[in-house]
């Protein structure tokens, strides 16, 4: 390995920006709701856009079928089955698919996971007997019901012959239930429904008519939890220099609020934006929301601000290897201080700074010969699980420190092997983010000691 390709491991790593693929739902745009009567006077607007939000067909919904599509999560308090409906105030055709469920702690943990393995839940679905065709098979049964009346009775009964969803072909994967009738009120049954659970929807609008979805609770011993419909977020995290912005979802029209947070912030604003933002910004915000004369319980917000960073890097090379001497596509030949911009993975602004020397031969130094790799993804998957070192193994004496942002010591070590002594991207036994990280490697049989950068990326 030539000093020109050690080189580019330790500055090249920065420059690289992971920027996600974009995911079918829109995290900012997945609305928590509940079945029980809400207070505070929240409702949940059926989108009117006309779009396709699948270009396949998915579970009952056929390819074409999935206009105006709104996404919506809930999550399961008392456990049991649960019949709800979902009904639009202007008596317009709904659709519907219900996912889940999943097991996490927030939603944002739900929305990360369905982003990762999209293709997997969503179009992995069964494509079964539409629910039109079900319909006529009920009216032939003599059941009142008829796939062109939007009004004509649901029966929540699962046991009768004249129950209208699809139970005895959900749930298949992690597609619930599923419904395509031409009706403007459509039913989800979730049996056996676990406290903690959550469920995500997606609602068509088919015919794009402005209005509300009312969910219902009609049938079973299940709830689900309230507080989560008040849904206030960040857009962050965020680089030192960018404003900060929160606002809350969903929001009813004359509600007032109340922000605090960190550095002495407050606000009465429903959407408020933090100018300029430094590390002192960061930490968790809180707000509360009053409406109807009540107060809603307190959301936390989480926000991390990311400094610039400056990452210097010291250097001595020989006479002889000053024509294959390359730095950030740069040719050096004299000894200096020379001063590189770089982005993080996250798009920070940040700098290098290369102290260079060059010596004569007779004081050759020994060319690098480990080589950091640049990146890797801790994912449980098999590739690149673990942080390497090529040629590590040839040093059994290296002492090897990896750092995160804020000079936290994450992982020590002496006589790493790559395999079975290797950082792993945990500390303490927790996932660490994605982020870049500094390493220094002690070699003292070379009296040489190595410092750089690399990045860790999930997801």
Known sequence: MNLKSILCVLVCLNLIHTASSKCLLDPEQVVPFCTEDNEWGISYAANTSGELAFTNAVACIKAGSAKSGAWFIMQIDEPGDLGMTMTHTQNSDLDFVCFGPFEAETKNEVIDYLCANEFEIFYNGLILTYTNDLLHKMAEKGCESSSDDLNSPVVYDITSPCFRGNFDEYPFGLIADCSSSHYSTELCYLPNTKSGEWYVLFIANYSCKEGTINFKKTSGAATTVCDIIVDAYSTGPYCEGSDIQLGIYNAPAKATFLWTGPNGFTSTMKDPVIPHATPKNAGDYKVVMYNNGLETPEVVVPVEVYAKDTTIIEESITAEEIESFTFNDKNFTESGSYKFPY????????????????????????????????????????????????????????????????????FETKGYDNTNNAWDGTYKGNACPSDDYWFVIDIESLDKQFKGHFTLIRG
């Open 343 to 410: 982005k993080s993975h996250l798009g920070c602004d940040s700098l290098v700074i290369l102290n260079l020397e060059v010596v004569e031969p007779e004081d050759t130094i020994v060319r690098m010969p480990i080589i950091p790799k640049e990146h890797f993804s801790p994912n449980n998957d098999g590739v690149e699980d673990l942080w390497t070192i090529e040629n590590i193994e040839q040093y059994p004496e290296a002492k090897v420190r990896i750092y995160d942002r804020s000079g936290r010591v994450l």
